[in-house]
């Protein structure tokens, strides 16, 4: 591994040098154990310690199959399903390697009792398998988390229906969180050049969603003008939110849960900020009994006073159980609200009479196809959008990143460094970066 990197951090991408390369029989990764999926039993959520599952293993390289890469991992970055995966929530994920291991030769590589997890990279392609010819070893790439088989016709409109659509890392093995990882080809996208390792590993995930969710015909369709409300504006998926109704010409309310919070999306350009905590909005009497609906009214109330006296045309909606009640009030008559994660809750309840007699719609929202995770790099690429990387561990450090983003004690997106030695490099084009120095760095240590 030491040769692998070596050849990596020396500039040398010549596809001769990384097919001479050997690869490792091992490589350290980020695993949960199947043997220990019953340890957090009795315990709430917010009690379970992604510091006590996740473990950093040596484990075999596996076989490539047909259209996939082995790539050498130089960063990655820690998204919600790591979590869920690490405290065994909603459901541990093993069922979903099993399930996938049943249909194909080849996945039952992924039926295995350690999975390693991670949805984002960024590092240099090393081997591909039979059939690839659009990718080559040398490559610096990023990946989107988007596995899918595409044998279906279903999913050849837009690949996110496909009966076999998977998230890599969650869904699959063998995933970023890691020295190497093995991802298919359709995966693969070009890294930016003018970005850090850890800084090109964190968007992949959270601006994809983002993308669809906000942008995509599949997702709200935002348009000029549009006001967006946008729950956890500086957070994971929130900070790309926020970033493309400002580039997109709409105009953003962000909800967030601190003053230092609100500074964040003030620096990204944003106006129109509701502190939730400031404001102690209690959308629920408790977890388990009704939702008070005057709170509702007062949400509304505080954007109409913020807006001019108008309601939003978009909900950007994904913390779930928690807040979707008051999000399908708050939408204007014949609004749009867009759903995905649900990290406070899958079970969501809201007033139909809200929903029905005011024509709003309810999209949900689900990762991105290939071609809206593409554009969505692109935005990066281009500098329209910035990477929101605000604090970046080392691979021994996981499960202290992993509780971080449990516990909401992170801005942005957290960055785990795997085969980088160390923060900052990989930049390839400093021109380019200098002229957008400040933005990418606007969540760093936040």
Known sequence: MDQIRAAILSGDRTEETYANLAIPATYRAATVHKDEVAMFEGLAARDK?????????????????????????????????????SIFEPVSTFGFLERYGRTSEYAKRHDLPYHVVGSDLAGVVLRTGPGVTRWRTGQEVVAHCLSVELEDADG?????????????????????LAELAIVKTNQLMPKPTHLSWEEAASPGLVNSTAYRQLISKNGAAMKLGDRVLIWGASGGLGSYATQMALAGGATPICVVSSPEKAEICRQMGAELIIDRNAEGYRFWNDENTAQNPKEWQRLGKKI????????????????????????????????????CASTSGFMHEYDNRYLWMNLKRIISSHFANYREAWEANELIDRGLIHPTLSRTYSLDEVGQAALDVHHNLHQGKVGVLTLAPEPGLGITDPDKRARFEAEINRFRNA
């Open 304 to 339: 109409r006073e913020l807006t001019g006296g108008h309601d939003v045309d978009i909900v950007f909606e994904h913390p779930g159980r928690e807040t979707f009640g008051a999000s399908v009030y708050v939408a204007r008559k014949g609004g749009t609200i867009v759903t």
């Open 49 to 85: 310690d992604p510091r006590k599952s996740l473990h950093i293993d040596d484990v075999p390289v596996p076989e490539l199959a047909p259209g996939e890469a082995l790539v050498a991992v130089m960063a990655s970055a820690i998204n919600y399903n790591t979590v869920w995966t």
């Open 156 to 176: 050849h409109n837009d690949t996110m229906l496909d009966p076999q659509q998977r998230i890599w890392g969650f869904e699959t093995n063998f995933g970023g």
